[in-house]
């Protein structure tokens, strides 16, 4: 398959990086010539310096007719020309990043239909979403749904008291339907088996029906209590969305921005949320507003090392829980490593939603885990695959994968190794990174392909 991206910035390096590693013919696309040395020299990809909405560009042997053609460039309306351009030139899929939401709320059919644009790639709103989805569930570190919400993904990390530490997992006794589909621990992944124990700190993913996996989660909660304040600090794009999601949950939101103009326009927003205009690293004016009555401070400027800086300074001044958003996925492991709770890296997510498009087939949906060490992938078992028929302990699937959910027939189930994989069926699978494509092409395809 071969994939174009145009614009190697930060989110067109990153998609390209996680395309590559999969194995996939990639293409980017960039003006400037910089720019394009450093995904040239960094990655296994052909680079071509040029503009990515001429013709003349479009219409070389390596662009035209590609499978997926991806525009990240930091212009809205320059991906969905390029976008409009490809499907021109033979483009099968089209990907836009459309940061604007007048665009994407009201006339995102009409860019469909108009532009052909396949996916409309909104980072903001996909961290917005993620971090609402995790402050719900205010003990995870990462929560996931699949098969129509029948399975759920949990993510924490476990606490000095958590009553099965140092127990052999083939003695420990987990409620209902739940598995424990992988650990990281040191930031070492682990595909557990019967003689692995779980150890304080560890990340641990649980893996259930959502029913069972909710009555779960209270083990994690005594640590922080009901979600009711929450606490911003930035109030940009991704911030004004955020604040807004959590308020039509009933939660009470304080917003912390220094420009006046984000401040007026989020104003204007809410409804029985509180906005100030003022410094997030003024220790007094954080006192004052009560940042330890929050029950989370989240930081969502657009400074890395800033948001590092506000989540230390608010886990010194007695936050309850920090999340940080980033831009450098780098930085997620040494949030983790100097005390921040969680840390979400924009672009991981917004490449997250890529792979999911350019898989397509089988593939329903892809969860990123721990800086894309991993992956959590919803399948569809397809007829006549190699799996299609076969008992989970003779499908010789990758050693580094763990299937911990089947849907059968609309039941979710935890297997084990005699459940049977059947055509139609849809699994979850969690599966290191590099042989997540070997997964892939197990349950897709024929027997003899």
């Known amino acids: ?33 910089e720019r394009r040395q450093v995904v040239k020299d960094s990655l296994d990809v ?54 604007n939401e007048e665009y994407t709320d009201s006339d995102a059919a009409l860019l469909n239909k108009t532009l052909g644009v396949d996916l409309n ?57 739940i598995l424990i589909a992988m650990i990281f621990r040191k930031h070492r992944m682990i595909i557990p088996h019967g003689d692995d124990i779980l150890e304080p700190g560890d990340n641990v993913y649980f893996v259930g029906s959502q029913e069972v996996i909710k009555e779960f989660e209270v083990n994690f909660e005594s ?30 939101v304080k917003v912390i ?36 009555e929050a029950d989370c401070v989240v930081c969502l400027t657009d400074d890395d090392k800033l948001n590092l800086l506000l989540a230390l300074l608010a886990k010194h001044l ?9 831009a450098r996925n780098e930085y997620v492991d040494l949030m983790a490593k100097v005390g921040v709770d969680i840390a ?36 569809n078992v397809q007829p006549g695959c190699k799996v299609d028929g076969k008992t989970l302990i003779r499908a010789r699937l990758p050693r ?10 609309g039941e979710a189930s935890v297997p084990n190794g005699q459940s049977m994989l059947n055509a139609g069926d849809r699994v979850i699978v969690f599966a290191q990174t590099e042989v997540v494509q070997d997964v892939m092409d197990m349950f897709a395809g024929t027997k003899n392909a």
Do not use: W
């Open 121 to 177: 790639l909104n980072p903001e709103r996909i961290t917005a979403n993620e971090i609402s989805h995790i402050l719900m569930t205010p003990a995870a570190l990462d929560v996931d749904d699949f098969a129509d919400g029948k399975v759920r993904m949990f993510g924490a990390r476990l606490p000095n008291d958590f009553k099965f530490l140092g127990v052999p997992l083939k003695n420990v006794r987990l409620p209902g339907n």
């Open 1 to 33: 398959m071969r994939i174009v991206v145009v614009g190697a910035g930060k989110m067109g390096y990153s998609i390209a990086k996680l395309l590559a590693d999969g194995s996939y013919d990639v293409v980017v696309i960039e003006q400037d010539d």
């Open 344 to 379: 979400l890296s924009a672009r991981l997510l917004s490449a997250a939603e890529v792979m999911r498009f350019v898989r397509q087939g089988g593939l329903v949906s892809v969860a990123l885990l721990e800086g894309a060490k991993a992956e959590a992938l919803e399948l």
């Open 318 to 326: 007695g936050a309850k829980k920090t999340i940080v958003r980033v």
């Open 46 to 99: 052909l680079t071509i310096q040029g503009n990515g909405c001429t013709p003349d560009v479009l219409d070389m042997p390596e662009v035209r007719n590609a499978d997926v053609f991806i525009a990240v460039t930091d212009s809205d309306e320059v991906n969905l020309v390029a976008c409009r351009m490809a499907k021109a030139f033979g483009a099968k899929h089209t990907v836009a990043r459309v940061r």
């Open 400 to 409: 580094e994968c763990l299937v911990c959910g089947i849907v059968h027939a």
């Open 223 to 252: 640590r922080y209590e009901k979600l009711e304040r929450v606490l911003l600090i930035g109030a940009g794009r991704a911030g004004r969305m955020l604040a807004q999601m959590l308020e039509k949950q009933g939660v009470f």
């Open 257 to 292: 921005e220094k420009d006046k103009e984000r401040c007026r326009i989020l104003s204007e927003q809410l409804n029985n949320g509180l906005v100030l205009c003022g410094d997030g690293t003024d220790i007094d004016l954080l006192t004052e507003e009560g940042i330890t």
